[in-house]
């Protein structure tokens, strides 16, 4: 039995039986305990650990582990009513609203019921995750001189490094901080570029956590249409003019949701746009460690053609590793640098130093590089996968973009009228009584939708079976809301 198992066994075994002993009665002994259930010392230590950390029982150094006394019962809830005309009253009607809309973030981070396909997810499954790789690397982190200590505020300055070096050759570590991934980074760099109030341009569609983060800020994000090379240079010039922006996010390879990367001659041109505006851009490089086997050269990121310091880079190694390795990075050129350090000192101190050694332990290991060549082949023979298979089974979704990086596919679904379809809501809903979640497409654009589109992942599902297995059921969950309704007799 594995470990893990053992150790869940143990703790619904020992919380079951813990009426039988009076608060601060002793429990038996672990030697006890391992003759009784069977099981290795460890795995009675760590149970006895997690019924002390749910508080059910104490532990005294050398004497063992008690019953708790009875937890003081919860006062009831107050008034807080009162909170609604705090919250709102944010100086007057030309403020822009800080009310949080996470809905888009919540469907890629909620887990959903048992046994449902996981088309929704915004991480590697879990057999794609480096886990070995991982836990010895943060073994190795943790016997490092210094691990537990206080790291620098900026990021330890090998990891700082690093990311310089994966960014392009303007860039060193001096102009790179280490950030609690890439939310976090975007967090800071959007407080750090706008005031509140303030309009920020974006790609429509684009990543619902980046218009959660704007908004939480106080910010009025400006939709930029794209096609498939990327945002339309043209209207983002218009928007510039009509909004007076001095920002832009931009994800210009495998973009989130469409899967679009910015044509090479676009690339100077934004830059140009931004530069003339005054503006920065920040740049959302969360997709380069997720590139497809067959995906061919990739072009450098913005950040590595700019000596006027326009791009505030931001990547993170969540994406391709685990949801828990919080481990990103900002680099930016100039005076704007202080600002970001000066946001990230005050929010956030740093990122906890195990972390950090950890990372720089897993990329600097041979194993890093065999990690992302099998992530590299997997996710683009699941791609392959899921775009045959909703050709064949849903013709009526349309793929735009078949992209060469990324997690996920964006489909855009038939129109809402007489005759031609459900909306994306609707065929959200019904895909999930039939055990397959995916994400509707409203959430990635901040003002109105021009159709009704679905992003499908096939990175946070366990392979090529589940996928078409996926599928079918989005085919039987569409076929029951397009037939005609039992008429009455």
Not at 152 to 163: I, V, Y
Not at 399 to 424: C, K, N, Q, Y
Request: with cysteine; charged share 20%; aromatic share 4%.
């Amino acid at each position: 039995m594995q470990e893990r198992s053992s150790v869940a066994e143990l703790v619904t075994s020992l919380r079951a039986e813990l009426n039988r002993y009076s608060p601060g009665g002793k429990l038996p002994s672990s030697r006890a305990l391992v003759e009784r259930f069977r099981v290795s010392p460890v795995t009675v230590s760590r149970a006895i650990a997690q019924l002390a950390a749910e508080g059910l029982v104490t532990t005294r150094p050398g004497s063992g582990a008690f019953r708790a006394e009875p937890r003081a019962e919860v006062p009831a809830p107050g008034d807080t009513s009162w909170q609604e005309v705090s919250l709102s009253g944010d100086g007057g009607p030309e403020v822009v609203p800080r009310t949080v809309d996470a809905s888009g973030v919540l469907a890629t981070l909620a887990a959903p019921p048992p046994g449902t396909i996981e088309f929704n997810g915004g991480y590697l499954h879990a057999s794609l995750q480096p886990e070995r790789a991982l836990s010895a690397a943060l073994a190795r982190a943790g016997r490092r001189p210094g691990a537990w200590g206080r790291p620098p505020t900026d990021g330890l300055p090998e990891l700082r490094s690093w990311f310089a070096r994966e960014i392009g050759p303007a860039l060193s570590g001096a102009d790179v901080l280490i950030t609690a991934g890439g939310q976090s980074a975007l967090a800071t760099a959007l407080r750090a570029l706008a005031p509140p109030g303030a309009p920020v341009l974006v790609e429509s569609p684009t990543y619902p956590g980046m218009l959660a983060v704007a908004r939480a800020t106080g910010l009025r994000p400006v939709p930029v249409p794209m096609d498939a090379d990327g945002v339309r240079p043209e209207l983002l010039a218009d928007a510039f003019r009509a909004t007076g922006a001095r920002v832009l996010v931009t994800q210009p390879l495998f973009q989130n949701p469409t899967g679009a990367t910015l044509a090479p001659a676009r690339r100077p041109e934004i830059l140009a746009i931004a530069r003339a505006a005054g503006a920065f851009v920040i740049e959302d490089d969360f997709a380069r460690r997720l590139v497809h086997e067959d995906a061919g050269p990739l072009p450098a990121p913005l950040a590595a053609d700019d000596p006027d310091g326009v791009v505030v880079h931001v990547c993170s190694l969540t994406k391709v590793t685990s949801p828990s390795l919080r481990v990103g990075a900002l680099a930016a050129r100039g005076p704007v640098l202080e600002r970001l350090r000066a946001i990230q000192v005050v929010d956030s101190f740093f990122v906890p130093r195990p972390l950090q050694e950890a990372a720089l332990e897993l990329v600097g290991s041979p194993s890093w590089g065999r990690h992302l060549a099998a992530v590299a082949a997997e996710l683009g023979s699941r791609r392959t996968v899921m775009a045959a298979a909703l050709r064949s089974e849903l013709p009526e979704f349309a793929l735009p973009h078949v992209p060469a990086g990324g997690g996920s596919l964006w489909a855009r679904i038939p129109a809402t009228g007489a005759g031609t379809g459900p909306d994306e809501a609707a065929v959200a809903s019904a895909a999930l009584r039939a055990s397959v979640a995916i994400a509707p497409g409203g959430p990635y654009f901040c003002a109105e939708p021009p159709a009704g589109h679905v992003r499908l992942s096939f990175a946070a599902v366990s392979g090529a079976a589940e996928i078409a297995e996926g599928v079918h059921r989005l085919r039987t969950a569409y076929d029951g809301l397009r037939e005609p309704a039992p008429s009455g007799g």
